[in-house]
């Protein structure tokens, strides 16, 4: 009996130590990496939503002082409505195709408004209009989050594929996560995005 | 026998290897600035301040964070080191973690002399207050009026003073440009607020009573009362001016 119960201890003992083993070279890194790679990535869907919330106002308010800049007005509300009608599909960060079209439409959006924002340059009554400041505040702050929403993106998408295709994750993975899939990250630079600043 | 030492010779060589990778990858992926140490709540590397002053921003951010758990700081730098101040700044207050971990309220003050660029750089948790419009009001009305005239210890502590109060604080005297000796007045109750106030700390600190809203868990390195961040993040709240 008391022989038995040792023996079962000594057992016990082997698999905890391999447990700790196991979890110490990275058994977990998979499933970790991933997580945070998905948290990474709903802070970008949450930025350009949130620059998406601002255009309506921003159009509305430029629209009231420089009307016969309607064909750059009418390009951010395309550009817009085009980002906002691509049905994200579950699987963007490992479907190319997608997360292509995605990146496009966003930049095209990024690119009217810029154009928009310099063609304000011309309306000293819309640039001194409180509301019109406010929003212009707002949407370059949200490009910065953008970016930077971005680069964290990148970071963990870099650390989740390097786990992915370097031993010995690439072997763990093999074994236990064969669902897991490189996935895509952004590759139009940020400088292509940003929104020209404008001086005062 | 033999096989037995050179499997371990190729396990060891592994093992060299993938550290070797790791420490490159690492290097490669950590391509940041150099940041100043936190040496304190005021942070003046450009050294733009005169120590009155920069003790009595100091006062107000202390009092702050004793009365919101929120921690804002004053940091100005001499050289940007190339990076765009919208850059430079989330990654100071990450490199930083000025703010309560998981809460991200903290805020900084960050000036470049050097560059002629000021931003207030925003945690997460306390957008919903001091909103990128509210920080572009404050840079605009209190900060880039006395820089431009190159006086930066008015622009700092006239912008250190809205931040307070736009985050609700009311402990730091409105002194929108005022005249320099108008301000005066205000200020002696409040110099000597801070020095009871201190004085208190000391004495309570004498007698390991120090009690400090952030940062627990460091209570062994920081039995002096030093300062230290949170551990709070930032993700680009704020707004940048320049002059």
Known sequence: ?200 | MVRFHRVRAVLWAMLGVALFVYAVADRAIAAEPQFPPLSGRVVDEAGVLSAPTREKITGWLEQYEQASQRQVVVATVKSLQGYPIEDFGYRLGRFWGIGEKGRNTGAILLVAPTERAVRIEVGYGLEGELTDAVSRAIIEREILPAFRQGNFEQGITAGTGAVLRALGWNGAPAATNAAPGGTVDGLVPLGFIIFIVLFAMLRHGRHGLWIVPMGHGFGGRRSGGRFSGGGGSFGGGGASGHW
């Open chain 1, 1 to 200: 009996m008391i022989r038995a119960l040792f023996r079962h201890s000594r057992h016990i003992f082997l698999l905890s130590f391999v447990a700790v083993g196991l979890s110490a070279c990275g058994v977990n890194n998979v499933p970790q990496y991933d997580e945070k790679t998905k948290a990474a990535w709903s802070e970008v869907l949450n930025q350009y939503q949130r620059r998406t919330d601002l255009v309506p106002n921003l159009v509305e308010t430029v629209a009231g002082y420089a009307r016969q800049e309607q064909q750059t007005l009418t390009a951010v509300v395309e550009a817009r409505a085009k980002a906002t009608q691509m049905q994200l599909p579950p699987d963007i960060l490992t479907n190319p195709a997608a997360f292509k079209q995605f990146q496009e439409n966003q930049t095209a959006l990024s690119g009217a408004l810029a154009r928009l924002l310099v063609v304000t340059e011309q309306y000293p009554d819309l640039k001194s209009n409180q509301n019109f400041l406010s929003l212009q505040s707002q949407l370059e702050g949200t490009e910065n989050r953008i970016a930077i929403a971005r680069r964290d993106y990148i970071g963990t998408v870099q650390t989740y594929n390097t786990e992915l295709r370097t031993i010995p994750g690439r072997w763990i993975a093999a074994v236990l996560y064969p669902d897991a899939k490189v996935k895509e990250t952004f590759t139009i630079s940020e400088q292509a995005q940003e929104v020209p600043k404008v001086k005062f």
